[in-house]
């Protein structure tokens, strides 16, 4: 059974860093895209970043370029967003998702993604 866990959100001020944690369990991952998505109340679901686990590819959003960066640990199948420079835009619910690398569709659309994590809560303050 895939199992996707995230840890590392909290209350941060402006400016600030976080670093999120995806730990994945359950199938092997290597032909397998990861990536974050966020969601804010009453917002939809919205890509923030992606890294292959095959090869130091990466993706991001445009809001978050330059701020984020996404990295992956192989050999502890853990997937990392560091965030730095945090705004209150910021302010969401991060996901962790996996879906197969190859697959045709947009590396950027949630609805392409098989696996999801439960979430957890980031929030900057002013």
């Known amino acids: 059974q895939v199992q996707l866990v995230e840890s590392g959100g909290g209350l941060v001020q402006a400016g600030g860093s976080l670093r999120l944690s995806c730990s994945a369990s359950?199938?092997?991952?290597?032909?397998?895209?990861m990536g974050w998505f966020r969601q804010a109340p009453g917002k939809e679901r919205e890509f923030v970043a992606a890294?292959?686990?095959?090869?130091?590819?990466?993706y991001y959003a445009d809001s978050v370029k330059g701020r984020f960066t996404i990295s992956r640990d192989n050999a502890k199948n853990t997937v990392y967003l560091q965030m730095n420079s945090l705004k209150p835009e910021d302010t969401a619910v991060y996901y962790c998702?996996?879906?197969?690398?190859?697959?045709?569709?947009?590396?950027?659309?949630?609805?392409?993604?098989?696996?999801w994590g439960q979430g957890t809560q980031v929030t900057v303050s002013s």
């Open positions: 890294i292959m686990w095959s090869g130091p590819i990466t």
């Open positions: 359950g199938r092997t991952f290597s032909s397998y895209a």
């Open positions: 998702a996996a879906r197969p690398a190859l697959r045709p569709q947009p590396i950027t659309n949630p609805n392409d993604y098989d696996y």
